[in-house]
């Protein structure tokens, strides 16, 4: 039985995961494969770390959900790290940590959503260049962001009312898991902060890295890294 005991502690793990760049369904597919691998494993805690500065709201969402859904199928703690940067989406998924940390150089905050797209109408103009298009849907994305044509002021309206519909949706959501910890007027300015403006905000719990803290928390538990490091560049 002391053996059993012995060989059940050691695979008694922290799980890592590192989650760097764009966030992209190319990232989303694996972080689910990370979390859905190294099953010789019973981790007691997972730690997130985060280094990006955003990309798709919709898969920062989806990762976070699956983060969370992880959790509670094993009934683990979750602990996220945000690195160099945890900005727009990519801070939602820090914030499936049941505690959050970062540095005091880390940038963080930015919370929000935009467009980006380029006005080559007057290039077009110069060069003689004209665009034809055929749509059955007059208010397709593509004809009213068209960048070889003005952008007409119901376009305007329309952008700008996406725009406010997916930061009040992604305000919410932060505010699901931060609660009363959040200075709601100064988080979410839609400005850049630095670690120690994120702590005073309520954005962060407290400021340290993932090693560093965890090591502190489960002194007796090897922290190990799944799904190895990943990058997206899409």
């Known amino acids: 039985m002391e053996m059993l005991k012995r060989v059940t502690d050691l695979n008694k793990v922290v799980f890592k995961l590192k989650i760097t760049g764009q966030i992209t369904?190319?990232?989303?597919?694996?972080?689910?494969?990370?979390?859905?691998?190294?099953?010789?494993?019973?981790?007691?805690?997972?730690?997130?770390?985060?280094?990006?500065?955003?990309?798709?709201a919709t898969q920062s969402n989806i990762i976070r959900s699956e983060i969370e859904a992880y959790a509670a199928k094993k009934k683990i703690p979750v602990y996220s790290f945000a690195e160099d940067f945890a900005t727009a989406g990519s801070y939602l998924i820090l914030s499936s940590g049941t505690k959050i940390y970062c540095s005091e150089a880390s940038l963080m905050g930015c919370i929000g959503a935009r467009f980006n797209f380029f006005d080559f109408k007057d290039a077009a103009e110069n060069y003689g260049i004209k665009r034809r298009t055929w749509s059955t849907s007059p208010k397709d994305i593509d004809v009213r962001l068209d960048p070889l044509t003005p952008l007409s002021e119901d376009s305007k309206n329309w952008a700008k009312g996406i725009l406010e519909q997916s930061t009040v949706q992604l305000q919410k959501a932060i505010e699901k898991t931060r609660g009363?910890?959040?200075?709601?007027?100064?988080?979410?300015?839609?400005?850049?902060?630095?670690?120690?403006?994120?702590?005073?905000?309520?954005?962060?719990?407290?400021?340290?890295?993932?090693?560093?803290v965890m090591n502190q928390l489960f002194p007796e538990k090897k922290v190990v890294e799944i799904g190895n490091r990943f990058r997206s560049f899409n």
């Open 25 to 56: 369904n190319h990232m989303t597919e694996k972080v689910i494969k990370s979390l859905k691998g190294n099953i010789f494993y019973n981790p007691v805690a997972l730690a997130i770390v985060v280094n990006s500065m955003g990309g798709s």
């Open 180 to 212: 009363s910890k959040l200075v709601k007027e100064k988080a979410f300015t839609g400005e850049v902060l630095t670690g120690k403006q994120a702590e005073e905000f309520g954005l962060v719990d407290g400021l340290g890295h993932c090693d560093e």
